[in-house]
């Protein structure tokens, strides 16, 4: 790992937030794509019946 000097914590912490709000986006994204995907699977049987 380089030697960041006085901007280690600034460096540190931006790549900590930058992690997390990725993982937040996937993550909500999943749960997003679930809930359509269990949406279409309900209109999809209801039609087919």
């Known amino acids: 790992m380089p030697e960041l000097g006085k901007y280690a914590f ?3 912490s931006s790549y900590g937030v ?3 709000l990725l ?3 996937v993550l909500a ?4 794509a679930r809930k359509v995907r ?3 699977d309900e209109i999809e049987s209801r039609r087919g019946s």
Do not use: F
């Not at 994204?29 to 997003?32: F, G, M, T």
């Open 10 to 12: 600034a460096v540190l």
């Open 18 to 20: 930058t992690i997390v």
């Open 23 to 25: 993982s937040v986006i």
């Open 29 to 32: 994204s999943v749960r997003r």
């Open 38 to 40: 269990a949406a279409l």
